[in-house]
């Protein structure tokens, strides 16, 4: 981990801060109070708080090499999850008959969404159920595969991605596809703490080495020859990482245009979203954006921008306004919320009136503005246990101790940076991934590789002629 948690936290908001004050976007029917800062500013402090009660800045220890995880129970439940969900996704999939069509997955997330602010039970299929339990696997096999292996296998590595996509297309959404690509490159980057180079131990060439001939002609000492580096990837993975990202792009700019489409395109688009998403992109400097990027590529600014940053705006909204129930975990936990629908689909319907009346309902929240919602100030407390555990995994990683905490860190990372969407365990069914990620953690174990003790070789017994 390169940053301390409360850094990595802090820097994360500043960047959000940064943006939404440099582009041109414009508040539209919303208010962002003193108030609401405040508040933001208190569940930061109280995080940062958790995390540097836990660990203070550490430099980073050296790996002891000798030290290795064994994978093989974890690898086998990992396995077994993926290529199950695998195949209930593609039941789930094919029975609905759209399987490529963006726009009848739009409408079907549309519609899930009412049914949720409607406190209705879920009409999904027990395949799709049970995917959705299962598919946070993939991300932990794929982490796995690509961060510890020392030679990663393509099958396996797609066989981590394929929950995931199959997920994707399942749901209709661009969540799993964009957290697919970030654990590939969180993933990809913790190998240096993995596999940390050392310098290349060199060895002299053979007696017999014409080397030794060369070097005595010219009196000078036979050459020194380094052993092969450790293992990299070699740039056929990298160029397909790439394509990977970049299909992932593309998907995401065809949602979008998608939904544009839906209301009429992309200059219906912009003048519906002051209405509908409280903002518009007509502050400042806006006119250097439409005149150089055209309509459709300062669209694609303005929404990429837009999901970074609106975190900030709502939850300042929520804090300055929010005045509803405590919803226990119902608006920041998919599995939570599912389980409460189901339970008593009134109390979520009502809560939720709430939020949709403040036109927050539907947008992230961030990880405080969902703490808020469910807990009010209670939530204070969750937030410094999430900053005292982020804390305790920098501490671990930086000791380098035990290697199995090296797994945690894109997770942990991750979970920081998105914090203005949602909390870590309401993110993109964060519950269940951290469920299989716990599970994975413990069924691994640390091995130390001893070296072989050699034996001495035994002068020979010298031998006696016998007298004749």
Same mark, same amino acid.
């Given at each position: 981990?390169?940053?301390?948690?409360?850094?990595?936290? $802090? $820097?994360?908001?500043?960047?959000? #801060?940064?943006?939404?004050?440099?582009?041109?976007?414009?508040?539209?029917?919303?208010?962002?109070?003193? #108030?609401? #800062?405040? /508040?933001?500013? !208190?569940?930061?402090?109280?995080?940062?708080?958790?995390?540097?009660?836990?660990?203070?800045?550490?430099?980073?220890?050296?790996?002891? @090499?000798?030290?290795?995880?064994?994978?093989?129970?974890?690898?086998?439940?990992?396995?077994?999850?993926?290529?199950?969900?695998?195949?209930?996704?593609?039941?789930?999939?094919?029975?609905?008959?759209?399987?490529?069509?963006?726009?009848?997955?739009?409408?079907?997330?549309?519609?899930?969404?009412?049914?949720?602010?409607?406190?209705?039970?879920?009409?999904?299929? /027990?395949?799709?159920?049970?995917?959705?339990?299962?598919?946070?696997?993939?991300? &932990?096999?794929?982490? +796995?595969?690509?961060?510890?292996?020392?030679?990663?296998? @393509?099958?396996?590595?797609?066989?981590?991605?394929? @929950?995931?996509?199959?997920?994707?297309?399942?749901?209709?959404?661009?969540?799993?596809? =964009?957290?697919?690509?970030?654990?590939?490159?969180?993933?990809?980057?913790?190998?240096?703490?993995?596999?940390?180079?050392?310098?290349?131990?060199?060895?002299?060439?053979?007696?017999?080495?014409?080397?030794?001939?060369?070097?005595?002609?010219?009196?000078?000492?036979?050459?020194?020859?380094?052993?092969?580096?450790?293992?990299?990837?070699?740039?056929?993975?990298?160029?397909?990482?790439?394509?990977?990202?970049?299909?992932?792009?593309? #998907?995401?700019?065809?949602?979008?245009?998608?939904?544009?489409?839906?209301?009429?395109?992309?200059?219906?688009?912009?003048?519906?979203?002051?209405?509908?998403?409280?903002?518009?992109?007509?502050?400042?400097?806006?006119?250097?954006?439409?005149?150089?990027?055209?309509?459709?590529?300062?669209?694609?600014?303005?929404?990429?921008?837009?999901? *970074?940053?609106?975190?900030?705006?709502?939850?300042?909204? /929520?804090?300055?306004?929010?005045?509803?129930?405590?919803?226990?975990?119902?608006?920041?936990?998919?599995?939570?919320?599912?389980?409460?629908? +189901?339970?008593?689909?009134?109390?979520?319907?009502?809560?939720?009136?709430?939020?949709?009346?403040?036109?927050?309902?539907?947008?992230?929240?961030?990880? =405080?503005?969902?703490?808020? &919602?469910?807990?009010?100030?209670?939530?204070?407390?969750?937030?410094?246990?999430?900053?005292?555990?982020?804390? &305790?995994?920098?501490?671990?990683?930086?000791?380098?101790?035990? @290697?199995? *905490?090296?797994?945690?860190?894109?997770? !942990?990372?991750?979970?920081?940076?998105?914090? $203005?969407?949602?909390?870590?365990?309401? $993110?993109?069914?964060?519950?269940?991934?951290?469920?299989?990620?716990?599970?994975?953690?413990?069924?691994?174990?640390?091995?130390?590789?001893?070296?072989?003790?050699?034996?001495?070789?035994?002068?020979?017994?010298?031998?006696?002629?016998?007298?004749?």
């Amino acid at each position: 981990m390169k940053f301390h948690p409360a850094a990595l936290m $802090l $820097l994360t908001w500043i960047s959000a #801060y940064a943006i939404f004050i440099v582009l041109p976007f414009t508040l539209e029917g919303r208010i962002m109070s003193l #108030y609401g #800062y405040l /508040i933001q500013a !208190v569940f930061l402090a109280v995080f940062c708080a958790g995390a540097m009660f836990a660990s203070r800045p550490l430099p980073q220890r050296r790996r002891d @090499p000798a030290v290795s995880v064994n994978f093989r129970q974890a690898d086998q439940v990992l396995m077994i999850a993926c290529g199950l969900c695998m195949l209930v996704l593609a039941f789930d999939m094919f029975q609905g008959g759209n399987l490529f069509d963006l726009a009848a997955a739009y409408a079907e997330r549309s519609d899930r969404a009412t049914g949720l602010l409607e406190g209705a039970e879920s009409d999904s299929s /027990i395949f799709f159920q049970i995917g959705f339990l299962l598919y946070p696997a993939g991300y &932990v096999f794929l982490v +796995r595969e690509i961060a510890f292996k020392h030679r990663p296998t @393509p099958w396996r590595i797609a066989l981590g991605m394929a @929950p995931v996509v199959m997920a994707a297309f399942a749901m209709g959404g661009r969540g799993p596809l =964009f957290f697919l690509v970030v654990f590939a490159i969180y993933a990809y980057n913790l190998r240096k703490q993995v596999f940390p180079r050392t310098p290349a131990p060199v060895r002299r060439p053979p007696p017999g080495h014409p080397a030794y001939a060369a070097a005595a002609a010219g009196g000078v000492r036979p050459p020194m020859r380094r052993r092969s580096s450790p293992f990299r990837f070699g740039p056929g993975f990298k160029i397909a990482m790439a394509v990977v990202a970049g299909l992932a792009m593309v #998907y995401f700019v065809q949602v979008f245009i998608t939904r544009a489409d839906a209301i009429g395109g992309v200059d219906m688009m912009f003048g519906a979203v002051g209405q509908r998403w409280g903002v518009s992109f007509n502050g400042t400097f806006s006119n250097l954006f439409y005149s150089t990027l055209g309509m459709d590529g300062t669209y694609m600014v303005f929404v990429f921008a837009w999901y *970074w940053i609106q975190g900030i705006v709502m939850s300042n909204q /929520i804090f300055t306004e929010y005045d509803g129930p405590m919803l226990f975990g119902t608006y920041g936990i998919d599995l939570v919320s599912a389980a409460m629908r +189901r339970i008593n689909g009134e109390y979520v319907a009502d809560g939720f009136a709430t939020l949709l009346h403040m036109n927050v309902y539907g947008f992230v929240p961030s990880a =405080f503005g969902s703490l808020y &919602v469910d807990f009010k100030f209670f939530g204070l407390i969750p937030c410094f246990i999430w900053g005292w555990l982020t804390g &305790v995994v920098y501490r671990k990683v930086k000791t380098a101790g035990d @290697p199995r *905490w090296l797994m945690l860190v894109p997770f !942990v990372s991750v979970g920081v940076v998105m914090s $203005l969407n949602n909390t870590p365990l309401g $993110l993109s069914n964060g519950l269940v991934l951290h469920a299989w990620l716990l599970t994975a953690f413990f069924l691994s174990r640390s091995t130390v590789r001893r070296p072989v003790a050699v034996r001495p070789a035994q002068p020979a017994a010298p031998s006696v002629a016998r007298a004749g």
